[in-house]
């Protein structure tokens, strides 16, 4: 199955700094990558997404690039604010009739 | 707005008692799943399921049963409930394909 790492585990940052989560996975044929954001006592939501024949994706602050060869993805998030405070999941998968598995979470803190 | 609700939302058993968690998706999603999330850690996969047909095993399906009413309802059962399986359980769908999970609000279960 998928082996999924995500780094840092925890992330503490100005406000106004910028942010960057990794995601590493293991199975060659993920197409498709998604972040998901669980804030305190919610659900997690997906916040942003990327296919596999796209590089880059952004949306307002947040952006996801990929780098397939090397099987890693990472969320980037500008101009951090309060708000963006949250456990950030990844879950690279390849749809089909594969188990999603999902990243062990970073938390981060946005520090006014 | 299509959603996934989740029923109970907050549920106090004793030791040895059996309980069901309920999922209801008003979605049209054929995928099903019931995750596991423990205070600081991530999402721990029970159960799935791809259609009304179909069930599988999580990473962590051990003293837990799930049954697929129908394509919009997927029930998680504890048979003899015990104390570490207390914990915050999401219910989560997908269209398949493309495979952004959508979450229900969770159920916070305390087993004393």
């Known amino acids: 199955g998928e082996n999924v790492e995500q780094h840092p585990s925890t992330l503490s940052v100005q406000e106004g700094d910028s942010a960057v989560i990794k995601c590493t996975y293991s199975?060659?044929?993920?197409?498709?990558f998604p972040w998901y954001k669980q804030e305190l006592g919610k659900r997690p939501q997906l916040i942003i997404d990327i296919r596999s024949n796209v590089g880059e994706k952004k949306d307002q602050r947040i952006a996801v690039t990929l780098n397939k060869t090397a099987k890693h993805f990472s969320l980037h998030i500008t101009e951090t604010q309060p708000e963006d405070s949250a456990v950030y999941f990844c879950a690279p998968n390849s749809g089909g009739y594969q188990k999603v598995t999902f990243g062990t979470g970073t938390k981060l803190q946005v520090i006014p | 707005d299509a959603d996934v609700t989740q029923t109970p939302r907050n549920r106090i058993t004793k030791t040895g008692k059996r309980i069901m968690l309920e999922c209801s998706q008003t979605k049209g999603h054929d995928r099903m799943y019931w995750y596991r999330q423990d205070p600081g850690l991530g999402l721990r996969l029970i159960y799935y399921s791809f259609d009304v047909k179909d069930i599988n095993k999580g990473e962590i399906s051990d003293g837990y049963s799930v049954s697929r009413q129908a394509q919009a309802k997927f029930s998680l059962s504890l048979e003899s409930a015990i104390p570490n399986q207390t914990a915050l359980y999401f219910c989560?769908?997908?269209?398949?394909?493309?495979?952004?999970?959508?979450f229900g609000p969770g159920t916070r279960l305390l087993v004393l």
């Open positions: 199975d060659s044929a993920s197409n498709y």
């Open positions: 989560a769908t997908s269209p398949g394909g493309r495979e952004t999970q959508y």
